[in-house]
Protein backbone atom coordinates (compact mmCIF):
# COMPACT_ATOMS: atom_id res chain seq x y z
CA UNK A 1 0.00 0.00 0.00
CA UNK A 2 3.06 2.51 1.22
CA UNK A 3 4.52 1.55 -2.38
CA UNK A 4 1.61 2.46 -4.41
CA UNK A 5 1.30 5.59 -2.34
CA UNK A 6 4.89 6.41 -3.37
CA UNK A 7 4.30 5.83 -7.15
CA UNK A 8 1.13 8.04 -7.09
CA UNK A 9 3.17 10.96 -5.34
CA UNK A 10 6.32 10.22 -8.27
CA UNK A 11 3.56 10.57 -10.97
CA UNK A 12 1.55 13.65 -9.44
CA UNK A 13 5.14 15.34 -9.05
CA UNK A 14 6.38 14.87 -12.32
CA UNK A 15 3.47 16.09 -14.08
CA UNK A 16 3.75 19.19 -11.52
CA UNK A 17 6.63 19.36 -12.30
CA UNK A 18 6.50 19.98 -16.15
CA UNK A 19 3.41 21.68 -15.97
CA UNK A 20 2.22 23.80 -13.33
CA UNK A 21 5.68 24.47 -11.70
CA UNK A 22 6.99 26.63 -14.02
CA UNK A 23 4.80 29.58 -12.81
CA UNK A 24 5.95 28.70 -9.25
CA UNK A 25 9.67 30.10 -9.58
CA UNK A 26 11.25 32.04 -7.34
CA UNK A 27 13.83 34.40 -8.72
CA UNK A 28 13.48 32.10 -12.14
CA UNK A 29 14.30 28.74 -9.90
CA UNK A 30 12.38 26.25 -10.15
CA UNK A 31 11.75 23.89 -7.74
CA UNK A 32 13.02 20.14 -7.83
CA UNK A 33 9.62 18.18 -6.68
CA UNK A 34 11.91 15.00 -8.57
CA UNK A 35 14.48 15.37 -5.72
CA UNK A 36 11.99 16.13 -2.62
CA UNK A 37 10.16 13.13 -3.27
CA UNK A 38 13.25 10.68 -3.87
CA UNK A 39 14.67 12.00 -0.74
CA UNK A 40 11.34 11.89 1.18
CA UNK A 41 11.29 8.60 0.20
CA UNK A 42 14.96 7.84 1.49
CA UNK A 43 13.85 8.61 4.94
CA UNK A 44 10.23 6.79 5.12
CA UNK A 45 11.12 3.94 3.33
CA UNK A 46 13.15 0.84 4.07
CA UNK A 47 17.02 0.83 2.60
CA UNK A 48 16.03 -1.59 -0.36
CA UNK A 49 12.60 0.17 -2.09
CA UNK A 50 14.25 3.47 -1.40
CA UNK A 51 16.98 2.66 -3.56
CA UNK A 52 14.68 1.67 -6.24
CA UNK A 53 11.93 4.60 -5.66
CA UNK A 54 14.31 6.82 -6.29
CA UNK A 55 16.50 5.49 -9.36
CA UNK A 56 12.91 5.60 -10.76
CA UNK A 57 12.54 9.49 -9.55
CA UNK A 58 15.69 9.60 -11.33
CA UNK A 59 14.96 8.04 -14.57
CA UNK A 60 11.68 9.67 -14.96
CA UNK A 61 13.48 13.23 -14.66
CA UNK A 62 15.90 12.01 -17.25
CA UNK A 63 13.25 11.10 -19.39
CA UNK A 64 11.84 14.83 -19.10
CA UNK A 65 15.88 16.96 -19.24
CA UNK A 66 17.24 16.78 -22.93
CA UNK A 67 20.58 15.39 -22.94
CA UNK A 68 21.50 14.35 -18.94
CA UNK A 69 22.21 10.50 -20.04
CA UNK A 70 20.73 8.91 -16.68
CA UNK A 71 22.58 11.18 -14.44
CA UNK A 72 19.65 12.02 -12.26
CA UNK A 73 19.03 8.15 -11.43
CA UNK A 74 22.37 7.66 -10.98
CA UNK A 75 22.77 10.88 -8.03
CA UNK A 76 19.55 10.50 -6.46
CA UNK A 77 20.50 6.56 -6.23
CA UNK A 78 23.52 7.83 -4.45
CA UNK A 79 21.63 10.17 -2.55
CA UNK A 80 19.22 7.70 -0.95
CA UNK A 81 22.48 5.42 -0.33
CA UNK A 82 24.47 8.14 1.64
CA UNK A 83 21.32 8.94 3.55
CA UNK A 84 20.47 5.41 4.54
CA UNK A 85 24.40 4.84 5.38
CA UNK A 86 24.04 8.23 7.36
CA UNK A 87 21.20 7.36 9.39
CA UNK A 88 22.86 4.01 10.60
CA UNK A 89 25.04 6.40 12.56
CA UNK A 90 22.97 9.08 13.13
CA UNK A 91 19.76 9.74 14.21
CA UNK A 92 17.74 11.59 11.89
CA UNK A 93 14.19 11.04 12.98
CA UNK A 94 14.23 15.14 13.91
CA UNK A 95 12.93 17.25 11.52
CA UNK A 96 15.94 19.75 11.96
CA UNK A 97 18.67 17.44 10.74
CA UNK A 98 16.70 16.29 7.85
CA UNK A 99 16.45 19.66 7.09
CA UNK A 100 20.06 20.11 7.05
CA UNK A 101 20.88 16.76 5.25
CA UNK A 102 18.46 17.92 2.39
CA UNK A 103 19.73 21.50 2.34
CA UNK A 104 23.36 19.76 1.49
CA UNK A 105 22.03 16.89 -0.30
CA UNK A 106 19.90 19.41 -2.70
CA UNK A 107 23.70 21.60 -2.87
CA UNK A 108 25.38 19.00 -4.12
CA UNK A 109 23.20 17.48 -6.60
CA UNK A 110 22.68 21.26 -7.94
CA UNK A 111 26.43 21.60 -7.76
CA UNK A 112 27.10 18.58 -10.00
CA UNK A 113 24.40 19.09 -12.31
CA UNK A 114 25.84 22.49 -12.74
CA UNK A 115 29.05 21.28 -13.72
CA UNK A 116 27.85 18.10 -15.64
CA UNK A 117 25.66 21.11 -17.72
CA UNK A 118 28.89 22.89 -18.05
CA UNK A 119 31.50 20.29 -19.01
CA UNK A 120 29.24 17.91 -20.87
CA UNK A 121 26.80 19.58 -22.34
CA UNK A 122 29.08 22.38 -23.07
CA UNK A 123 27.10 25.33 -22.27
CA UNK A 124 27.78 28.69 -20.74
CA UNK A 125 25.83 29.45 -18.04
CA UNK A 126 26.97 33.16 -16.64
CA UNK A 127 28.49 32.81 -12.94
CA UNK A 128 25.48 34.81 -11.20
CA UNK A 129 22.38 32.22 -12.89
CA UNK A 130 24.47 29.35 -11.67
CA UNK A 131 25.13 30.36 -7.84
CA UNK A 132 21.30 31.05 -7.83
CA UNK A 133 19.85 28.29 -9.42
CA UNK A 134 22.61 26.09 -7.02
CA UNK A 135 21.72 28.32 -3.82
CA UNK A 136 18.16 29.21 -4.49
CA UNK A 137 17.10 25.81 -5.75
CA UNK A 138 18.91 24.06 -2.54
CA UNK A 139 16.96 26.69 -0.57
CA UNK A 140 13.71 26.03 -2.54
CA UNK A 141 13.70 22.64 -2.47
CA UNK A 142 14.20 22.58 1.63
CA UNK A 143 11.43 25.21 2.34
CA UNK A 144 9.86 22.45 0.12
CA UNK A 145 10.80 19.64 1.46
CA UNK A 146 8.53 20.58 4.83
CA UNK A 147 5.63 20.73 3.19
CA UNK A 148 5.72 17.44 1.16
CA UNK A 149 7.44 15.49 3.70
CA UNK A 150 4.43 16.73 6.24
CA UNK A 151 2.22 15.18 3.31
CA UNK A 152 3.97 11.68 3.05
CA UNK A 153 4.39 11.68 6.74
CA UNK A 154 0.15 11.77 7.11
CA UNK A 155 -0.48 9.31 4.55
CA UNK A 156 2.44 7.06 5.86
CA UNK A 157 0.56 6.82 8.96
CA UNK A 158 -2.36 6.02 7.17
CA UNK A 159 -1.08 3.77 4.44
CA UNK A 160 -1.07 -0.04 5.59
CA UNK A 161 2.13 -1.67 6.39
CA UNK A 162 3.73 -4.36 3.44
CA UNK A 163 7.07 -4.35 4.59
CA UNK B 1 51.46 5.97 -8.37
CA UNK B 2 47.99 5.79 -8.45
CA UNK B 3 47.07 2.39 -9.12
CA UNK B 4 43.57 0.68 -9.62
CA UNK B 5 43.15 -2.53 -7.40
CA UNK B 6 39.62 -5.25 -8.84
CA UNK B 7 38.32 -3.89 -5.64
CA UNK B 8 37.75 -0.35 -7.05
CA UNK B 9 37.26 -1.45 -10.32
CA UNK B 10 34.13 -2.95 -9.58
CA UNK B 11 32.24 0.09 -8.94
CA UNK B 12 33.76 2.01 -11.32
CA UNK B 13 32.59 -0.19 -14.01
CA UNK B 14 29.42 -0.44 -12.75
CA UNK B 15 29.39 3.00 -12.81
CA UNK B 16 29.98 3.20 -16.29
CA UNK B 17 28.02 0.46 -17.59
CA UNK B 18 24.97 2.19 -15.83
CA UNK B 19 25.45 5.41 -18.18
CA UNK B 20 25.72 3.33 -20.63
CA UNK B 21 22.42 1.22 -20.56
CA UNK B 22 20.63 4.23 -19.03
CA UNK B 23 21.87 6.18 -22.14
CA UNK B 24 20.40 3.53 -24.18
CA UNK B 25 17.46 3.35 -22.18
CA UNK B 26 16.42 6.64 -21.46
CA UNK B 27 15.87 7.49 -25.59
CA UNK B 28 13.80 4.08 -25.82
CA UNK B 29 11.69 4.95 -22.95
CA UNK B 30 10.88 8.61 -23.94
CA UNK B 31 8.27 8.31 -26.32
CA UNK B 32 5.59 5.93 -24.81
CA UNK B 33 6.37 8.12 -21.65
CA UNK B 34 5.46 11.35 -23.62
CA UNK B 35 2.41 9.79 -24.93
CA UNK B 36 1.45 7.93 -21.77
CA UNK B 37 1.22 11.64 -20.05
CA UNK B 38 0.31 14.01 -23.05
CA UNK B 39 -3.13 13.70 -21.54
CA UNK B 40 -2.90 14.10 -18.13
CA UNK B 41 -0.67 17.08 -18.55
CA UNK B 42 -3.00 18.86 -20.59
CA UNK B 43 -4.95 18.35 -18.12
CA UNK B 44 -2.94 19.52 -15.42
CA UNK B 45 -2.21 22.86 -17.73
CA UNK B 46 -5.52 23.62 -18.17
CA UNK B 47 -6.00 23.37 -14.30
CA UNK B 48 -3.51 25.59 -13.54
CA UNK B 49 -4.10 27.90 -16.56
CA UNK B 50 -7.98 28.34 -14.83
CA UNK B 51 -6.45 28.57 -10.62
CA UNK B 52 -4.04 31.50 -12.42
CA UNK B 53 -7.43 33.15 -13.62
CA UNK B 54 -8.75 32.95 -10.57
CA UNK B 55 -6.16 34.25 -8.33
CA UNK B 56 -4.86 36.72 -10.75
CA UNK B 57 -8.75 38.01 -11.62
CA UNK B 58 -7.85 41.80 -10.36
CA UNK B 59 -4.45 41.98 -12.32
CA UNK B 60 -6.28 40.33 -15.60
CA UNK B 61 -9.14 42.55 -15.01
CA UNK B 62 -6.66 45.92 -15.16
CA UNK B 63 -4.63 43.96 -17.64
CA UNK B 64 -7.57 43.75 -19.94
CA UNK B 65 -8.88 47.29 -19.60
CA UNK B 66 -5.38 48.75 -20.74
CA UNK B 67 -5.39 45.93 -23.86
CA UNK B 68 -8.66 47.17 -24.90
CA UNK B 69 -6.96 50.88 -25.39
CA UNK B 70 -3.86 49.41 -27.09
CA UNK B 71 -6.36 47.05 -29.42
CA UNK B 72 -7.47 50.26 -30.73
CA UNK B 73 -4.11 52.42 -31.33
CA UNK B 74 -2.41 49.44 -32.91
CA UNK B 75 -5.63 48.69 -35.29
CA UNK B 76 -5.05 52.56 -36.54
CA UNK B 77 -1.24 51.61 -36.75
CA UNK B 78 -2.41 48.48 -38.45
CA UNK B 79 -4.03 50.59 -41.21
CA UNK B 80 -1.49 53.09 -41.85
CA UNK B 81 1.05 49.71 -41.95
CA UNK B 82 -1.11 47.92 -44.66
CA UNK B 83 -0.67 50.73 -47.08
CA UNK B 84 3.07 50.97 -46.51
CA UNK B 85 2.90 47.14 -46.85
CA UNK B 86 0.98 47.06 -50.54
CA UNK B 87 3.26 50.66 -51.55
CA UNK B 88 6.37 47.95 -50.71
CA UNK B 89 5.18 44.90 -52.84
CA UNK B 90 3.99 47.33 -55.86
CA UNK B 91 8.06 48.83 -55.33
CA UNK B 92 9.82 45.49 -54.95
CA UNK B 93 7.70 44.45 -58.15
CA UNK B 94 9.06 47.47 -60.15
CA UNK B 95 12.23 46.62 -58.88
CA UNK B 96 11.93 43.03 -59.99
CA UNK B 97 13.19 41.99 -56.59
CA UNK B 98 12.45 38.01 -55.65
CA UNK B 99 9.71 38.10 -53.66
CA UNK B 100 10.50 36.24 -50.57
CA UNK B 101 8.16 33.69 -49.88
CA UNK B 102 5.58 32.77 -46.67
CA UNK B 103 6.66 30.44 -43.99
CA UNK B 104 4.80 26.96 -43.77
CA UNK B 105 3.59 26.13 -40.37
CA UNK B 106 2.67 23.95 -38.03
CA UNK B 107 0.60 25.06 -35.07
CA UNK B 108 1.86 23.57 -31.85
CA UNK B 109 0.74 22.98 -28.26
CA UNK B 110 3.28 23.03 -25.42
CA UNK B 111 2.25 19.97 -23.28
CA UNK B 112 5.25 20.31 -20.97
CA UNK B 113 8.00 22.14 -20.01
CA UNK B 114 11.65 20.67 -18.31
CA UNK B 115 11.73 20.01 -15.74
CA UNK B 116 15.14 21.06 -14.21
CA UNK B 117 16.98 24.57 -13.79
CA UNK B 118 19.62 23.70 -16.30
CA UNK B 119 17.93 23.70 -19.74
CA UNK B 120 14.90 25.80 -21.09
CA UNK B 121 12.96 23.38 -22.84
CA UNK B 122 9.31 22.62 -24.29
CA UNK B 123 7.72 19.08 -25.38
CA UNK B 124 5.16 19.64 -28.11
CA UNK B 125 2.12 17.69 -28.88
CA UNK B 126 2.98 16.94 -32.53
CA UNK B 127 5.96 15.43 -34.70
CA UNK B 128 7.56 13.94 -37.71
CA UNK B 129 3.86 12.60 -38.30
CA UNK B 130 2.99 16.36 -38.62
CA UNK B 131 5.80 16.95 -40.57
CA UNK B 132 8.42 18.25 -37.56
CA UNK B 133 11.89 17.59 -38.07
CA UNK B 134 14.75 18.45 -35.90
CA UNK B 135 16.29 21.52 -36.62
CA UNK B 136 13.38 23.61 -37.44
CA UNK B 137 12.89 27.04 -36.13
CA UNK B 138 10.11 27.50 -33.79
CA UNK B 139 8.04 30.94 -33.41
CA UNK B 140 5.07 32.28 -32.37
CA UNK B 141 3.35 35.16 -33.84
CA UNK B 142 5.75 37.96 -32.14
CA UNK B 143 9.08 36.48 -33.04
CA UNK B 144 11.26 33.38 -32.78
CA UNK B 145 10.94 31.05 -29.86
CA UNK B 146 13.51 28.64 -30.51
CA UNK B 147 14.54 24.95 -32.28
CA UNK B 148 13.22 21.63 -32.16
CA UNK B 149 15.47 19.81 -31.58
CA UNK B 150 14.52 16.09 -30.97
CA UNK B 151 11.18 14.55 -33.28
CA UNK B 152 9.43 11.66 -32.48
CA UNK B 153 6.31 10.52 -34.55
CA UNK B 154 3.77 12.18 -32.34
CA UNK B 155 5.75 14.68 -30.32
CA UNK B 156 8.70 16.66 -29.98
CA UNK B 157 11.18 18.74 -27.77
CA UNK B 158 11.75 22.55 -28.57
CA UNK B 159 14.84 23.73 -27.56
CA UNK B 160 14.01 27.98 -26.33
CA UNK B 161 16.16 31.00 -27.17
CA UNK B 162 17.09 31.52 -23.28
CA UNK B 163 19.29 27.96 -23.17
CA UNK B 164 22.54 28.57 -23.48
CA UNK B 165 22.83 25.80 -25.66
CA UNK B 166 21.14 27.40 -28.50
CA UNK B 167 23.41 30.40 -30.56
CA UNK B 168 21.50 32.29 -33.31
CA UNK B 169 23.33 34.20 -35.56
CA UNK B 170 21.43 38.01 -35.61
CA UNK B 171 21.76 41.65 -36.56
CA UNK B 172 20.64 45.33 -34.82
CA UNK B 173 17.79 45.84 -37.19
CA UNK B 174 18.79 49.77 -37.24
CA UNK B 175 22.46 49.53 -37.89
CA UNK B 176 22.69 45.79 -39.64
CA UNK B 177 25.47 44.95 -37.07
CA UNK B 178 25.71 41.47 -36.91
CA UNK B 179 26.68 39.15 -33.77
CA UNK B 180 25.40 35.54 -31.81
CA UNK B 181 22.44 35.57 -29.69
CA UNK B 182 22.99 33.05 -26.79
CA UNK B 183 20.73 31.99 -24.14
CA UNK B 184 21.88 32.78 -20.28
CA UNK B 185 19.11 30.25 -18.73
CA UNK B 186 17.65 33.72 -17.48
CA UNK B 187 15.01 36.51 -18.63
CA UNK B 188 17.53 38.04 -21.16
CA UNK B 189 19.18 37.12 -23.38
CA UNK B 190 23.20 38.08 -24.77
CA UNK B 191 24.37 39.25 -27.72
CA UNK B 192 27.85 38.51 -28.59
CA UNK B 193 30.91 38.79 -30.77
CA UNK B 194 30.00 42.57 -31.50
CA UNK B 195 32.81 44.71 -32.30
CA UNK B 196 34.40 47.12 -29.51
CA UNK B 197 33.07 50.55 -31.31
CA UNK B 198 29.12 49.01 -32.39
CA UNK B 199 26.44 51.09 -32.54
CA UNK B 200 24.20 49.72 -30.41
CA UNK B 201 21.68 51.62 -28.50
CA UNK B 202 18.97 50.57 -25.60
CA UNK B 203 15.77 49.59 -27.62
CA UNK B 204 17.08 48.76 -30.76
CA UNK B 205 15.60 46.18 -32.36
CA UNK B 206 17.50 42.86 -32.48
CA UNK B 207 16.63 40.27 -35.65
CA UNK B 208 17.97 36.90 -37.11
CA UNK B 209 20.62 37.78 -39.88
CA UNK B 210 19.83 34.87 -41.90
CA UNK B 211 22.81 33.87 -42.59
CA UNK B 212 22.34 30.32 -40.90
CA UNK B 213 19.92 28.34 -43.21
CA UNK B 214 18.24 27.38 -39.57
CA UNK B 215 16.14 30.54 -39.24
CA UNK B 216 15.27 32.23 -41.75
CA UNK B 217 15.91 36.01 -42.50
CA UNK B 218 14.04 38.55 -40.26
CA UNK B 219 12.46 37.04 -37.24
CA UNK B 220 12.34 39.37 -34.19
CA UNK B 221 14.24 37.91 -31.59
CA UNK B 222 13.82 41.16 -28.52
CA UNK B 223 15.60 44.53 -27.96
CA UNK B 224 18.44 45.85 -26.18
CA UNK B 225 18.14 46.53 -22.73
CA UNK B 226 21.79 47.53 -21.81
CA UNK B 227 25.44 47.19 -23.79
CA UNK B 228 28.57 46.45 -21.82
CA UNK B 229 32.34 45.50 -22.74
CA UNK B 230 33.33 42.07 -22.44
CA UNK B 231 35.99 41.81 -20.06
CA UNK B 232 38.99 41.75 -22.77
CA UNK B 233 37.94 45.13 -24.01
CA UNK B 234 38.16 43.66 -27.25
CA UNK B 235 34.37 43.30 -28.13
CA UNK B 236 31.05 44.42 -26.40
CA UNK B 237 28.11 42.95 -25.41
CA UNK B 238 23.89 43.57 -25.37
CA UNK B 239 21.67 41.87 -23.52
CA UNK B 240 18.75 41.80 -24.56
CA UNK B 241 15.12 41.26 -23.86
CA UNK B 242 13.25 38.58 -25.70
CA UNK B 243 10.37 39.96 -27.76
CA UNK B 244 8.20 36.28 -26.79
CA UNK B 245 8.06 35.86 -22.68
CA UNK B 246 8.94 32.15 -22.93
CA UNK B 247 7.84 31.70 -19.56
CA UNK B 248 3.96 31.66 -20.43
CA UNK B 249 4.38 30.40 -24.09
CA UNK B 250 1.23 27.72 -24.55
CA UNK B 251 1.47 27.65 -28.31
CA UNK B 252 4.02 27.95 -31.11
CA UNK B 253 4.38 27.71 -34.78
CA UNK B 254 6.91 25.49 -36.32
CA UNK B 255 8.40 26.40 -39.66
CA UNK B 256 8.19 23.31 -41.64
CA UNK B 257 8.71 24.98 -44.96
Not at chain 2, 44 to 56: P, Q, T
Not at chain 2, 168 to 173: K, L, M, T
Not at chain 2, 176 to 202: C, S
Amino acid sequence: MKRYIFIAVLIVSGLLQITILDDLKVFNVKLDLFLVTALSAAFFMNARYAVLFCFFCGLFKDIFVYGTIGINSILFCLWSAIIMRLSRHLTIDNNYVRTVIIFITALLNNIVLGVFVTVYLDKTVPIGIFLRIIILGALYSTVIFGIISSIIFLIWRWGKPDD
Amino acid sequence: MFRFRKRQLIPAIIFGLSFVILSILIPILRTPFFLLLKQPALIFISAGREIKGFIFYHRNYVQNELLKKEVGFLKDRLLKQEEISIENKRLKQLLSFKQSSNFRVVPVRVIGRSPDNWSSTVIIDKGRYHGIKEGMPAITYVGLAGRVIEADEYVSRVLLINDPGLGVSAIIQRTRQEGLVIGTLGNYLIMKYLPEDADVKVQDVVITSGLNATYPKGLLIGHVVSVGQEFSGLSCYAVIRPAVNLATIEELLVIVQ
